[in-house]
Each structure stands twice: as C-alpha cells, then as structure tokens.
T-cell receptor
Framework: DTGVSQDPRHKITKRGQNVTFRCDPI?????LYWYRQTLGQGPEFLTY????????KSRLLSDRFSAERPKGSFSTLEIQRTEQGDSAMYLC??????????????FGPGTRLTVL | AQTVTQSQPEMSVQEAETVTLSCTYD???????LFWYKQPPSRQMILVIR??????QNATENRFSVNFQKAAKSFSLKISDSQLGDAAMYFC?????????FGAGTRLTVKP
C-alpha cells in the first residue's frame, strides 16, 4: 500500500500524559499537512511542512503541540499534557508541491485520540 | 476569513436516485479551488471532485457533478444513480494557496 499511513490508529490516554503520533506520507510527496477533526465537524488545519521546514501553523496549534519532520519524510505530532478537549481525530495528508488544484491532498486514515 | 457552510447535516437518497448536497462559501478572493471529499465510516477521506474557480464549466466525474455558481458562492454536488457505496460523510472544501477550509459535512444515507 503506497498511500498515507498513520500510527497508531487509536490512542487512549489519561489527562496530563504526553502522546505522539506518526504520519508516513506518499514517498514522492514533499508536502505534509496535519489536521484535527472533532466529532460532527470537518477537518481543521493545524500545520504543514514542505520537506523538513514547517511553513505554517494554525492558531489551533497551542504551545502544547509540536510537530516535526526531521528528514523531510515521516512526521510526528506530539501533544504534551493532554486535556480532554484534545480528544479528536488527527488526520495527516500529503501532496506534491505547488498550489494548483491537481496538487491534491491525499489523506491518511487518521489517529483517533481519546483523553480520559 | 474564508468559511464553508454545509447547511444539510444529513441527507438520504433511494438507491439509483439522484441527490444534491449543498455548499456555500465566503471569500473575497477570485482565484481559488473547491473540492468535495468523501469520508466513508472508519475509512480515510478521498477526493470526489474538484473545481477551479476560474473555470466556468462545471466539473463532472462519472456519476458526480457540481453546480458551481461563483457569483452566488455556491458549490453543490449532484450524485446520480446513487449506489450503496456512496453512503458516507461528504465534505465541501475551499482552498486558496495552502489554506484549505472544510465545511462541517453532510452525512449521506443510501436506502436500498
């Protein structure tokens, strides 16, 4: 399977714990995006990378959130001191460079986080 | 700020019939892209159809077509000959540059 993969698919944690999610994009895609999707809502943009550079961050990305893409391939999203409000589906997407409509974003299956 | 509104939280359609999902958006830009994504239950989101704002012709992809009304900022999705596999959440999305905004989604049920 050469699509976008995410690990883990589900994560249950207690409030105050740290969690880390991983995203492996499609191999030739140099752009990688993170979104958060809460129940009954569409995805909300969090951040995106072009290669290893993090070029844009949403105001939703509080200082408890950090994303990295150290070698321009896979990316990690870490949430420190989790709160119940962090419970959501975290989606990763990747695309080729450029902003034309044919630079389609391909989405992974998501990581569902539940904070107890 | 660009916002995307899907006014139909849920829709249902009989198998083989046609259904139209509504989407409106707010922007002051003239150059942008619009998309419809499908998210089946417990499965990843996939692109259904896309429309460039500079194109007047409505996009079509097999049974899926759009009605793009730029002046009205409306972008509806028509699904013809609905199939059971069309059941999913459908999200309308607006993109300008790297900024992509999604609507809240419409849950489509297909009745056999």
């Amino acid at each position: 399977d050469t699509g976008v993969s995410q690990d883990p698919r589900h994560k249950i944690t207690k409030r105050g714990q740290n969690v880390t999610f991983r995203c492996d994009p499609i191999s030739e895609h140099n752009r990688l995006y993170w979104y958060r999707q809460t129940l009954g809502q569409g995805p909300e943009f969090l951040t995106y990378f072009q290669n290893e550079a993090q070029l844009e961050k949403s105001r939703l990305l509080s200082d408890r959130f950090s994303a990295e893409r150290p070698k321009g391939s896979f990316s990690t999203l870490e949430i420190q001191r989790t709160e119940q409000g962090d419970s959501a589906m975290y989606l990763c997407a990747s695309s080729l460079p450029g902003t034309g409509s044919y630079n389609e974003q391909f989405f992974g299956p998501g990581t569902r986080l539940t904070v107890l | 700020a660009q916002t995307v509104t899907q006014s139909q939280p849920e829709m249902s359609v009989q198998e083989a019939e046609t259904v139209t999902l509504s989407c409106t958006y707010d922007t002051s830009e003239s150059d942008y892209y619009l998309f419809w994504y499908k998210q089946p239950p417990s499965r990843q989101m996939i692109l259904v159809i896309r429309q460039e704002a500079y194109k007047q012709q409505n996009a079509t992809e097999n049974r899926f077509s759009v009605n793009f009304q730029k002046a009205a900022k409306s972008f509806s999705l028509k699904i013809s000959d609905s199939q059971l596999g069309d059941a999913a959440m459908y999200f309308c999305a607006y993109r300008r540059g790297n900024d992509m905004r999604f609507g809240a989604g419409t849950r489509l049920t297909v009745k056999p």
